[in-house]
């Protein structure tokens, strides 16, 4: 039985379940204060357990009612019980049931894990131990049971009652104005994707016929009245479903899919089986009040929970050690699909940033761990960008290594070998290794060891024999070499050098297996400028010595458009840091306006991403050490400002000819997306140089937007312009939206990354407002955790005030909803990074949450990991 105090689970110490569970009815009657839950749970000995052991139930805050075995009450020295637990002392060796009646409180359970009510609606969340806070089970994946589940309620409280699996049988209850329904879940499951609905939902909906010929019919339940803004998301259900058919041979296997839209939820949304529940964040859309970007994640969190129905519910996790099994390669499905759906090198651009601005300074940081990590206080810390994203990198490297052909043949196997059971990372990679009948135990060193490796790279060329030798160092301290598959090719003044050519190198790909290695290129007429890891072939930081000029060839030539981005983003940063060479400000100037010129129109989705420069955690994270976020902010400001200039009469020209047409309807899609998104980088950079004409040309397209991209583009441009236009315009935005909590996240986020000292006490005043609350998930995360993340200069003040800020709402949210409160804790993570002063200060904001009593696991697990 589970206790109180911080226990260390180990992967080392894991041991098959004692007991199996075959079967569960549950029998759950929904009220807001007392919900009564039977569970009748058909147990076994488990064969690979330790016979005749004491049966140990998991419990959390739950009040055991009642409890018989083979419909006998038991007597009172055969059971202990507790609200955390329950234990049979002598079960029997044969199989048995036992039914258990509990009884808990939605209304209470802030925490948003187990049985909660949002909005009136009743839902729940078990990943990862939710499910024992319903009911004593064994709440491990490594048992499965199939699920049969009752679900009744009042008919006027919870018209919608939704289960996994499929609908069986619904009806009134005789003389009472409550109604009940029965789901049937054929598959076997562990207890975290159990999943129930009950309340008032509007909902769309649509049939799917998969490559089986099953009919499925498909719904997003949404609150009643916002059905219109739920067509995108079940739009994006059926590409996602058409699409794991084609792409992974992966077909539907139930005759409903369901999904929910709840507005308070501890994370993006969850894989339920046949019961998908999001938060209302990544469901509903429209012009009027979503951007863009929040389309673009709509259809790939739509995508990843749906994809999950394979990659994590037919096959899933022997133990939370296995995590990335079903994250990472999620994740990397996900990614698949929205490049599909897109455009694949923009979007592989949008994955690199997302992994550089969270996976590698977490992996930096004191919160680093194994994408496998082989022991955790509390498992809830780590859904993190390491198991998630990084995890997502080691399944794409592995289809780089392999091909695309074998990795499609050892998926289909790694899902025939493990379908219906719990797997290991181990099982995952035997699948590729039986598939292409390689030796992988090198690669398998990917999921062991915390840290990003550095890939150091030196090119030498010769002029009398015409070769150009590249040598490539590899270190990650701890760990032996790692498998790196390097994406490479040689670019000259004209363009690619398609003569050179290196018998180490296959299908653009060297493979670097040592601490060291060195490749020769033949045929090299010229001294050439090496592009080197493609695509971001592999998660490592590279060390090169290319200089200005070298980077300014690869933007103006490497067919490899990633690596052209890349070369953007190391002259800003080297701008940014003081490491470039005189005259390279202007140079790179000069190579935008031409890139500008001859491209912007042709690809404005990449052209945004070519004018964006790296945020300022990019450049934290490059100086790698002494951070004066104040210096880095100024010199930000100042090469937008350069650029502002420099580019200003195309980029006004680009604003006029990308307008939108007078009457032209709305559509998400990329390409006008796009044009949106190049539109307004444009007049990020023309306000940087000209703050007055900026004011009021984003102050105009504020008035005349169509589209909430366009409105919250120049509401952000404007919000960087100290004035009575900017206090005007976030007046009129929180009005106009005040009764739409998703955009006014927007309005509260956009204040919270202000880099003025001015913030803290906007911030403070926002906690007042109506629409603020700090059990809502969404609200806490938009107001004050965007604010570390947006705005290092405020949050590492010198004067320890932005660390305060977050520190007490850390302390105050523990009690509240740990999850929420961790989470936010972990924005300290970088603490290390900065200069002694303000390094200083971090800390002794960590040590008073570390000296607080009574705090969460959750808290508690971080603040001590992030000092240590
Ligand atoms: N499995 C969910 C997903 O696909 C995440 C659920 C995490 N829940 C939690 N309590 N940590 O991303
Ligand atoms: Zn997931």
Same mark, same amino acid.
């Given at each position: 039985?589970?206790?109180?105090?911080?226990?260390?689970?180990?992967?080392?110490?894991?041991r098959?379940?004692?007991?199996?569970?075959?079967?569960?009815e549950l029998?759950?009657?929904?009220?807001?204060?007392?919900?009564?839950?039977?569970?009748?749970?058909?147990?076994?000995?488990?064969?690979?357990?330790?016979?005749?052991?004491?049966?140990?139930?998991?419990?959390?805050?739950?009040?055991?009612?009642?409890?018989?075995?083979?419909?006998?009450?038991l007597?009172?020295?055969?059971?202990?019980?507790?609200?955390s637990?329950?234990?049979?002392?002598?079960?029997?060796?044969?199989?048995?049931?036992?039914?258990?009646?509990?009884?808990?409180?939605?209304?209470?359970?802030?925490?948003?894990?187990?049985?909660?009510?949002?909005?009136?609606?009743?839902?729940?969340?078990?990943?990862?131990?939710?499910?024992?806070?319903?009911?004593?089970?064994?709440?491990?994946?490594?048992?499965?049971?199939?699920?049969?589940?009752?679900?009744?309620?009042?008919?006027?409280?919870?018209?919608?009652?939704?289960?996994?699996?499929?609908?069986?049988?619904?009806?009134?209850?005789?003389?009472?104005?409550?109604?009940?329904?029965?789901?049937?879940?054929?598959?076997?499951?562990?207890?975290?994707?159990?999943?129930?609905?009950?309340?008032?939902?509007?909902?769309?909906?649509?049939?799917?016929?998969?490559?089986?010929?099953r009919?499925?019919?498909?719904?997003?339940?949404?609150?009643?009245?916002?059905?219109?803004?739920?067509?995108?998301?079940?739009?994006?259900t059926?590409?996602?479903?058409?699409?794991?058919?084609?792409?992974?041979?992966?077909?539907?296997?139930?005759?409903?899919?369901?999904?929910?839209?709840v507005?308070?939820?501890?994370?993006?949304?969850?894989?339920?089986?046949?019961?998908?529940?999001?938060?209302?964040?990544?469901?509903?859309?429209?012009?009027?009040?979503a951007?863009?970007?929040?389309?673009?994640?709509?259809?790939?969190?739509?995508?990843?929970?749906?994809?999950?129905?394979?990659?994590?519910?037919r096959?899933?996790?022997?133990?939370?050690?296995q995590?990335?099994?079903?994250?990472?390669?999620?994740?990397?499905?996900?990614?698949?699909?929205?490049?599909?759906?897109?455009?694949?090198?923009v979007?592989?651009?949008?994955?690199?940033?997302?992994?550089?601005?969270?996976?590698?300074?977490e992996?930096?940081?004191?919160?680093?761990?194994?994408?496998?990590?082989?022991?955790?206080?509390?498992?809830?810390?780590?859904?993190?960008a390491?198991?998630?994203?990084?995890?997502?990198?080691?399944?794409?490297?592995?289809?780089?290594?392999?091909?695309?052909?074998?990795?499609?043949?050892?998926?289909?196997?790694?899902?025939?070998?493990?379908?219906?059971?719990?797997?290991?990372?181990?099982?995952?990679?035997?699948?590729?290794?039986?598939?292409?009948?390689r030796?992988?135990?090198?690669?398998?060193?990917?999921?062991?060891?915390?840290?990003t490796?550095?890939?150091?790279?030196?090119?030498?060329?010769?002029?009398?024999?015409?070769?150009?030798?590249?040598?490539?160092?590899?270190?990650l301290?701890?760990?032996?070499?790692?498998?790196?598959?390097?994406?490479?090719?040689?670019?000259?003044?004209?363009?690619?050098?398609?003569?050179?050519?290196?018998?180490?190198?296959?299908?653009?790909?060297?493979?670097?297996?040592?601490?060291?290695?060195?490749?020769?290129?033949?045929?090299?007429?010229?001294?050439?400028?090496?592009?080197?890891?493609?695509?971001?072939?592999?998660?490592?930081?590279?060390?090169?010595?290319?200089?200005?000029?070298?980077?300014?060839?690869?933007?103006?030539?490497?067919?490899?458009?990633?690596?052209?981005?890349?070369?953007?983003?190391?002259?800003?940063?080297?701008?940014?840091?003081?490491?470039?060479?005189?005259?390279?400000?202007?140079?790179?100037g000069?190579?935008?306006?031409?890139?500008?010129?001859?491209?912007?129109?042709?690809?404005?989705?990449?052209?945004?991403?070519?004018?964006?420069?790296?945020?300022?955690?990019?450049?934290?994270?490059?100086?790698?050490?002494?951070?004066?976020?104040?210096?880095?902010? +100024? %010199?930000?400001e100042? $090469?937008r400002?350069?650029? #502002? @200039? =420099?580019?200003?009469?195309? *980029?006004s &020209?680009?604003? /006029?000819?990308?307008?939108?047409?007078?009457?032209?309807?709305?559509?998400?899609?990329?390409?006008?997306?796009?044009?949106?998104?190049?539109?307004?980088?444009?007049?990020?950079?023309?306000?940087?140089?000209?703050?007055?004409?900026?004011?009021?040309?984003?102050a105009?397209?504020?008035?005349?937007?169509?589209?909430?991209?366009?409105?919250? +583009? %120049?509401?952000?441009? $404007?919000?960087?312009?100290? #004035? @009575? =236009?900017?206090?005007?315009? *976030?007046? &009129?935005?929180? /009005?106009?939206?005040?009764?739409?909590?998703?955009?006014?996240?927007?309005?509260?986020?956009?204040?919270?990354?202000?880099?003025?000292?001015?913030?803290?006490?906007?911030?403070?005043?926002?906690?007042?407002?109506?629409?603020?609350?700090?059990?809502?998930?969404?609200?806490?995360?938009?107001?004050?955790?965007?604010?570390?993340?947006?705005?290092?200069?405020?949050?590492?003040?010198?004067?320890?005030? #932005?660390? =305060?800020?977050?520190?007490?709402?850390?302390?105050?949210?523990?009690?509240?909803?740990?999850?929420?409160?961790?989470?936010?804790?972990?924005?300290?993570?970088?603490?290390?990074?900065?200069?002694?002063?303000?390094g200083?200060?971090?800390?002794?904001?960590?040590?008073?949450?570390?000296?607080?009593?009574?705090?969460?696991?959750?808290?508690?697990?971080?603040?001590?990991?992030?000092?240590?």
């Amino acid at each position: 039985m589970r206790t109180d105090t911080p226990q260390t689970v180990r992967l080392e110490e894991y041991r098959p379940s004692d007991h199996l569970i075959d079967r569960v009815e549950l029998d759950v009657r929904l009220d807001d204060r007392e919900t009564r839950v039977s569970a009748v749970l058909a147990l076994r000995p488990n064969p690979a357990g330790e016979a005749g052991a004491a049966l140990r139930l998991d419990g959390d805050e739950i009040d055991l009612v009642a409890l018989e075995l083979d419909g006998a009450v038991l007597a009172p020295d055969d059971v202990t019980a507790s609200p955390s637990g329950l234990v049979l002392h002598a079960p029997p060796s044969r199989p048995f049931v036992l039914r258990i009646e509990t009884r808990l409180d939605p209304s209470a359970n802030t925490k948003l894990m187990g049985l909660y009510r949002s909005g009136g609606v009743y839902c729940t969340q078990c990943e990862a131990d939710g499910f024992r806070r319903i009911t004593y089970f064994l709440d491990r994946p490594d048992v499965l049971s199939v699920y049969t589940t009752r679900i009744e309620a009042d008919r006027d409280e919870a018209p919608v009652l939704l289960g996994n699996g499929n609908p069986v049988e619904a009806g009134p209850v005789p003389g009472t104005n409550r109604h009940f329904a029965v789901w049937h879940d054929p598959h076997p499951k562990p207890a975290y994707l159990f999943a129930l609905v009950g309340g008032r939902l509007g909902r769309v909906s649509a049939p799917f016929t998969t490559m089986e010929g099953r009919t499925v019919e498909v719904a997003v339940h949404v609150e009643p009245g916002r059905e219109a803004r739920a067509g995108y998301a079940l739009d994006a259900t059926l590409r996602a479903m058409a699409w794991d058919e084609r792409a992974f041979g992966r077909a539907y296997d139930l005759d409903v899919f369901n999904v929910v839209a709840v507005s308070d939820f501890n994370m993006g949304a969850m894989e339920n089986k046949g019961l998908n529940i999001f938060n209302d964040k990544y469901v509903l859309a429209s012009a009027e009040t979503a951007t863009d970007a929040d389309y673009a994640n709509i259809e790939a969190i739509i995508a990843h929970e749906y994809f999950h129905n394979w990659s994590g519910n037919r096959v899933t996790c022997r133990d939370w050690f296995q995590l990335c099994l079903k994250e990472g390669l999620t994740v990397f499905r996900d990614q698949e699909f929205s490049s599909d759906m897109r455009s694949r090198a923009v979007h592989r651009i949008a994955e690199v940033r997302t992994l550089r601005a969270r996976q590698f300074p977490e992996d930096a940081g004191p919160l680093s761990h194994p994408v496998r990590p082989r022991q955790y206080a509390e498992i809830n810390n780590f859904y993190t960008a390491t198991v998630y994203e990084k995890g997502a990198e080691i399944v794409r490297m592995l289809r780089t290594l392999l091909g695309a052909d074998t990795f499609a043949a050892g998926m289909d196997r790694y899902f025939a070998e493990n379908d219906g059971r719990a797997a290991t990372v181990e099982d995952f990679l035997a699948a590729f290794a039986q598939a292409s009948g390689r030796d992988l135990a090198g690669f398998a060193q990917w999921y062991e060891h915390p840290g990003t490796p550095r890939l150091s790279v030196e090119g030498r060329y010769d002029a009398q024999a015409r070769t150009y030798a590249l040598t490539f160092r590899q270190s990650l301290p701890g760990a032996p070499a790692l498998m790196i598959p390097i994406a490479l090719g040689l670019v000259g003044p004209q363009g690619a050098l398609d003569g050179a050519t290196c018998d180490r190198v296959r299908d653009g790909i060297f493979v670097l297996e040592m601490a060291s290695d060195t490749i020769t290129f033949e045929n090299v007429e010229a001294p050439p400028v090496p592009s080197l890891l493609r695509g971001f072939s592999a998660p490592v930081r590279l060390e090169t010595a290319l200089g200005d000029v070298d980077r300014l060839t690869l933007l103006a030539h490497d067919p490899d458009p990633f690596n052209r981005w890349q070369a953007a983003q190391g002259l800003a940063l080297r701008l940014m840091t003081g490491a470039a060479e005189p005259g390279t400000r202007e140079a790179y100037g000069r190579a935008l306006a031409g890139f500008l010129d001859t491209e912007a129109l042709a690809d404005p989705a990449f052209a945004a991403l070519i004018l964006a420069l790296p945020g300022e955690g990019d450049v934290a994270n490059e100086i790698g050490e002494g951070v004066d976020p104040d210096r880095i902010h +100024a %010199a930000r400001e100042d $090469l937008r400002r350069h650029l #502002g @200039a =420099a580019l200003g009469v195309r *980029l006004s &020209a680009l604003r /006029a000819a990308l307008a939108e047409p007078p009457g032209a309807g709305f559509s998400p899609d990329a390409a006008s997306a796009g044009r949106r998104a190049l539109r307004n980088a444009a007049l990020d950079l023309l306000a940087a140089a000209d703050p007055e004409t900026g004011a009021a040309e984003a102050a105009a397209q504020i008035e005349s937007a169509s589209t909430m991209t366009d409105r919250l +583009a %120049a509401l952000a441009v $404007l919000s960087l312009i100290p #004035g @009575a =236009a900017r206090e005007q315009a *976030l007046d &009129a935005f929180g /009005a106009r939206y005040a009764d739409e909590p998703l955009v006014l996240d927007k309005w509260f986020a956009l204040q919270a990354a202000i880099p003025e000292a001015g913030t803290l006490a906007r911030i403070a005043a926002l906690r007042t407002h109506p629409a603020f609350s700090m059990t809502n998930p969404n609200r806490v995360r938009a107001l004050i955790g965007s604010f570390p993340l947006s705005n290092p200069t405020q949050f590492a003040r010198p004067d320890g005030a #932005g660390f =305060a800020l977050v520190a007490d709402a850390v302390l105050a949210l523990d009690p509240i909803n740990p999850q929420i409160a961790a989470k936010l804790l972990t924005s300290f993570g970088s603490w290390r990074l900065l200069e002694p002063g303000r390094g200083r200060l971090a800390r002794e904001a960590l040590e008073r949450i570390r000296a607080t009593p009574t705090l969460s696991r959750d808290v508690a697990d971080i603040a001590a990991r992030s000092v240590a």
